[in-house]
């Protein structure tokens, strides 16, 4: 099994930026697609970006030019830098690995971590 740890959410100004951190562990033998959602109170769970191994990148439209993902694949880490967030930007973060585990068979991996609570207010 893997493990994924969400880290650096918490409370910002309107217009301030966090950098949110998403650290994968266990029995992981290649992760293919690591992605950050979102979801906000009474809202489904949506996209925020993702981004594959070779670093190809794919963002929802809200947050198109102002953040930013990318990863280290050494690490089986993955970040988001949150710049101008805005309230509506509030939400719980998940992250999200795709790829295959270390096992006899080399079983599918798609494992979410259990998110890190952004809320932008002032």
């Known amino acids: 099994q893997a493990q994924l740890v969400e880290s650096g959410g918490g409370l910002v100004n309107p217009g301030g930026s966090l950098r949110l951190s998403c650290t994968a562990s266990?029995?992981?033998?290649?992760?293919?697609?690591m992605s950050w959602y979102r979801q906000a109170p009474g809202k489904q769970r949506e996209l925020v970006a993702s981004i594959s191994r070779s670093n190809r990148t794919n963002y929802g439209d809200s947050v198109k030019g102002r953040f930013t993902i990318f990863r280290d694949n050494a690490e089986n880490m993955m970040y988001l830098q949150m710049n101008s967030l805005k309230p509506e930007d509030t939400a719980v973060y998940y992250c999200?690995?795709?790829?295959?585990?270390?096992?006899?068979?080399?079983?599918?991996?798609?494992?979410w971590g259990k998110g890190t609570l952004v809320t932008v207010s002032s």
């Open positions: 999200n690995a795709v790829g295959f585990y270390s096992d006899s068979n080399y079983s599918r991996m798609d494992h």
């Open positions: 266990g029995n992981i033998f290649v992760i293919v697609t």
